[in-house]
């Protein structure tokens, strides 16, 4: 019986040791280290690869694998040690328990595999890929529950993210980190909660050439434009069909090819969903060196226009170059009252003024002041809405360009 436990509690501990070895390794090599590896060839590479693709997976099988056996060795232990010295033996074996455990089952492993990773990772890839197949269905639930459980109430934060919120809260409660590191902190996390609907130019608002126009036709306004990049399209923006670099378009001049069709000079267009959150956006725009995407809506037309730089905003502020129309987006008249261009977001009013109008149903001010009349207002009407009066600045035939914000009511009380 004794000799029975104590094999077990050995088979455990080996057990436990090879699946710690073999984990560290695999996880020790760098990425392009793995890549070369598979590049040149090396046998169990692309086992390697394939561990590395989806490390959650295999982590979590092995995590619980290994406490499993760990905590049944110590049990085995303490419980032989019971039947042979009496109501003494458990405080001891559980002693000794966790020293052999913790010495032969992670810091003898994890220094074999210190030394040899290579070797040892290329040899346990293949046999961590069976482990995982094996253990799926056992471990599945478990690790769904854990899943559940450290998931966050509202926000999903992967782990990396809720690392760098707390070292963010650790920083400004010690005061390590200054006012505007901690707003630039504030504004990465703020990426994944924006999307390309609230950074985007409005379509009204987007300044394109028509596809069959010539590099001639557009000649005599290239000096004043203040963009890069143009859409160019068919027979409206809704079928936007390329961007043309207004570099290239000088490249033409230069070279005297001024009767070409800006359709030939253009590039591909990027389209992206009006949905798809800043921070995936950057990570597109980055991948792919775009500069500039078309916001498709959901009838295949064009809903708005962003760009790199939209984007960037939304990290660092306002970005000004020597094209920048200097006339300010908000300007504030008093501590009630503020000016503003018709097409600023709803939220930085709020935030402004601090009110509440609407924000949900409405990204834009001109978008508000649409729904709430019905109509175009004309320059001079006024209305009020949520404790805020509304003066019309200046207006078109389509929609309102400025407006006067004024609050009547006094400001709002942050929830407890």
Known sequence: MMGAAAGVIVLFIILSAVLTAAHTAVFHIGSSHVRTLQEEGFAGAGALSEVRSNPSAIESSVRLTITTLNLGALGLGVGTGAMTWGRGGPIADVLIGIAVIVIFTDVVPRSVAARHPVRLALSSASRLLRFRKWTRFIWGAVSRLEVALVRDGDDELSTKERELRELQEIGQEEGILEESENQLVERAFRLDELT??????????????????????????????????????????????????????????????????????????????????????????????????????????TDGLVTLEDVLEELVGEIHDETDVTEEEILRLSDTELECDAGVDVRDINEALNVSLPKDEHRSLNGLILEELGHVPAQGDSFEAAGVRIDIVEASETQVLRARVTRLSAPRVPAA
Do not use: N
């Not at 859409?231 to 390329?242: M, Q």
């Not at 990027?270 to 775009?290: E, H, K, M, T, Y």
């Open 196 to 301: 390309a609907w609230d950074v985007m130019v409005p379509r009204v608002d987007i300044f394109a050439w028509k596809q069959d126009l010539t590099v001639a036709d557009v000649l005599d306004g290239l000096e004043d434009l203040p963009y890069s990049r143009v859409p160019v399209y068919r027979e409206s923006v809704d079928d936007v069909t390329g961007i043309v670099y207004v570099r290239e378009l000088y490249e033409r001049v230069a070279a005297g090819d001024q009767q070409v069709k800006l359709a030939e000079l253009s590039h591909e267009p990027f389209f992206v969903p009006g949905s798809l959150s800043c921070a995936q956006l950057l990570r597109d725009f980055q991948s792919g060196r775009i500069h500039m995407g078309l916001v498709a809506d959901e009838f295949g037309g």
